[in-house]
């Protein structure tokens, strides 16, 4: 079976500064995906990023970019130059096979806070 | 814009009331579309694959009779809560992925709150 584990309940950065969410996995599938989902309060989820286990290059989208070791089994979001539109619940998911077309398995989620 | 469009988004109704909410793949075909329930303050639990053309997939401690699903095109799944009651008052969302190897989008959800 997998899971993911979301170990910050919630997090605080101050705007325009770094920020990383940690995520660790657990499987026993030979080759997966991970995503991160941003989640505001209205609801909706909206995709970040992904990694697919096979690649060897860490995933970047503008000012998100994933931190994946697989040796630790961590695929930590980075949010560059934060802004107060940030602010959301954050979803780490993993799926059984690369790509995402499969079910997917979510953390419990971090909510991050930025501040003015 | 949407990939996954998903109504109503927003549903109040009284108890014993059997509620249909609709989720639609823009644009592209999903043979594979996904339902997810998230109580208050909580992660998203997958509640069933849908399968267009064929039986629904339900997860572990989901019942299928009060959640039933129905995929009878290739781009729309309906899930409908049978016979409502508060307990069944979540976030229900829905996902589909435009092919293999593409990332799952989702709706904007529904909000349920059975009175």
């Known amino acids: 079976a997998q899971k993911i584990t979301q170990t910050q309940p919630g997090m605080f950065v101050q705007e325009k500064e770094a920020v990383t969410l940690d995520c660790t996995y657990d499987t026993s599938d030979p080759s997966y995906g991970l995503f991160w989902y941003k989640q505001p309060s209205s609801g909706e989820m909206i995709f970040l990023i992904y990694?697919?286990?096979?690649?060897?290059q860490n995933a970047t989208e503008g000012r998100y970019s994933l931190n994946f070791q697989k040796a630790r089994k961590s695929a930590n979001l980075v949010i560059s130059a934060s802004q107060l539109g940030d602010s959301a619940m954050y979803f780490c998911a993993m799926s059984p096979r690369p790509g995402g077309s499969e079910k997917l398995v979510f953390g419990k989620g971090t909510k991050l806070t930025v501040n003015p | 814009g949407a990939v996954v469009s998903q109504h109503p988004s927003r549903v109040i109704c009284k108890s014993g009331t059997s509620v249909k909410i609709e989720c639609r793949s823009l644009?592209?075909?999903?043979?594979?579309m996904f339902w997810y329930r998230q109580f208050p303050k909580k992660s998203l639990m997958l509640m069933a694959t849908s399968n267009e053309g064929s039986k629904a997939t339900y997860e572990q401690g989901v019942e299928k009779d009060k959640f039933l699903i129905n995929h009878a095109s290739l781009t729309l799944s309906t899930l409908t809560v049978t016979s409502a009651h508060p307990e069944d008052s979540s976030f229900y969302i829905c996902?589909?992925?435009?092919?293999?190897?593409?990332?799952?989008?989702f709706g904007d959800g529904t909000r349920l709150s059975i009175l």
């Open positions: 990694q697919g286990s096979y690649d060897q």
């Open positions: 996902s589909a992925a435009r092919g293999v190897g593409q990332p799952q989008h």
């Open positions: 644009d592209f075909q999903a043979t594979t």
